[in-house]
């Protein structure tokens, strides 16, 4: 059984920093794409980065690039996303997902086969 885990989520000042954790198991980690998706109340998921299962490569939505680091331990099949400089808009639930996929990782939603449950990340003004 799948399972993938996120932790690290908390309530930060603007400018502040947060590392997000993703454990998983049940899978094939290293064969699996992974990435990171946030959604705030009333919107709809969106991209914010993902790696490749080998880790050497990495894609950001325009909006975190230059301040979030995706990575990834696969001996610890763990998933991390560091974010620093925090804004208020980074306010979201923050989803884990991983990808059966030894390819380009996806960027849509839909190109993911397993999700977490989420951890809140909140960044007050």
């Known amino acids: 059984q799948v399972q993938l885990v996120e932790s690290g989520g908390g309530l930060v000042q603007a400018g502040g920093s947060l590392r997000l954790s993703c454990a998983a198991s049940?899978?094939?980690?290293?064969?699996?794409?992974m990435g990171w998706f946030r959604q705030d109340r009333g919107k709809e998921r969106e991209f914010v980065a993902a790696?490749?299962?080998?880790?050497?490569?990495?894609y950001y939505a325009d909006s975190v690039k230059g301040r979030f680091t995706i990575s990834r331990d696969n001996a610890k099949n763990v998933v991390y996303l560091r974010m620093n400089n925090l804004k208020p808009e980074d306010t979201a639930v923050y989803y884990c997902?991983?990808?059966?996929?030894?390819?380009?990782?996806?960027?849509?939603?839909?190109?993911?086969?397993?999700w977490g449950q989420g951890t809140q990340v909140t960044v007050s003004s």
């Open positions: 049940g899978m094939p980690f290293s064969s699996c794409a």
């Open positions: 790696i490749s299962g080998s880790g050497s490569c990495t």
């Open positions: 997902a991983a990808a059966i996929n030894l390819g380009r990782p996806p960027v849509e939603t839909y190109g993911y086969d397993y």
